[in-house]
């Protein structure tokens, strides 16, 4: 069985600060791996896919890297808009069970 | 403009049953890979079933005899029917599409299984 562990569980960052998240796979994923950005009552957000390419209308100051096991997020400069939880999820496996991390929460310092 | 828009939701007894739907507009369900994701209160993202364009279906260990998902090709919607519900299934359900990664979500519908 797949699982995705993210750390920190939370992070709390000031404005303008870097932020680094971890995701960590119990086996490889190879490069199949997202990133999602979820806001209080919204639905997640695409920010990353094939663990390093941003979709379409993600900021550049969001970067994803790792393969296999290990992935990061970073966000470099934190805006106010950033505030949120941060999912990643895998979608290596057959038959496809494409399990979520988690998540890590980033809030205000 | 892809639109994904979920109904069907509400609050349900114990062992009851619901069918969920997801009109989808700016993209056709039958030629893509659609899901659903749901999440419980104040909870993580749990990902509950899949239908890909080939008819193939996969559901979670959690749902796995008791959900169906299917898709209406004249209606371009996506379903999910919920029977034989828990209180552990009350979530925000979601439907998406995956590309590389889930790129387009619905805003979700709430359902509440009560004792």
């Known amino acids: 069985e797949m699982v995705m562990t993210q750390s920190p569980a939370t992070l709390s960052v000031s404005p303008g600060e870097r932020a680094t998240l971890s995701c960590r796979a119990s086996?490889?994923?190879?490069?199949?791996l997202a990133w999602y950005q979820q806001k209080p009552g919204q639905a997640p957000r695409l920010l990353i896919y094939?663990?390093?390419t941003r979709a379409i209308g993600i900021p550049a100051r969001f970067s994803g890297s790792g393969s296999g096991t290990e992935f990061t997020l970073t966000i470099s400069s934190l805006q106010s808009e950033d505030f949120a939880v941060y999912y990643c999820?895998?979608?290596?496996?057959?038959?496809?069970?494409?399990?979520f991390g988690p998540g890590t929460k980033v809030d205000i310092k | 403009e892809v639109q994904l828009v979920e109904s069907g939701g509400g609050l349900i007894q114990s062992g009851g049953s619901l069918r969920l739907s997801c009109a989808a507009s700016g993209l056709t369900v039958s030629n893509n890979y659609m899901a659903w994701v749901r999440q419980a209160p104040g909870k993580g993202l749990e990902w509950v079933s899949s239908l890909y364009s080939t008819g193939s279906t996969h559901y979670a260990d959690s749902v796995k005899g008791r959900f169906i998902i299917s898709r209406d090709n004249t209606k371009n919607t996506l379903y999910l029917q919920m029977n034989s519900l828990r209180g552990e299934d009350t979530a925000v359900y979601y439907c998406?599409?995956?590309?590389?990664?889930?790129?387009?979500w619905g805003q979700g519908t709430l359902v509440t299984v009560s004792s």
């Open positions: 999820q895998q979608y290596n496996n057959w038959p496809p069970i494409f399990t």
């Open positions: 998406a599409r995956s590309g590389t990664g889930y790129d387009y």
């Open positions: 086996q490889s994923v190879s490069s199949n």
């Open positions: 094939g663990a390093s």
